[in-house]
């Protein structure tokens, strides 16, 4: 999606793939998990990053996924 708003990115862990789409379930900025995952459409994705030092502390400070 960053070349729409490339100030923008999604963090947080994968639920299902299915149906060309992805449930993401996300992390914010101050490492707090959210209720629900949220759909995106497979096209939409144009990255996909797995254990840089952001998503690392996130990780860190957040715990793991409780949805």
Known sequence: MEKKDPDVC???RVCVVSGGKVSLLGID???KWEGTPADYRVKQ???IN???DYEQALH???GSATG
Request: aromatic share 6%.
């Open 50 to 52: 797995f254990g840089d």
């Open 60 to 62: 860190i400070v957040g």
């Open 45 to 47: 994705i144009t990255r």
């Open 29 to 31: 900025p101050h490492a």
């Open 10 to 12: 999604c963090v947080g």
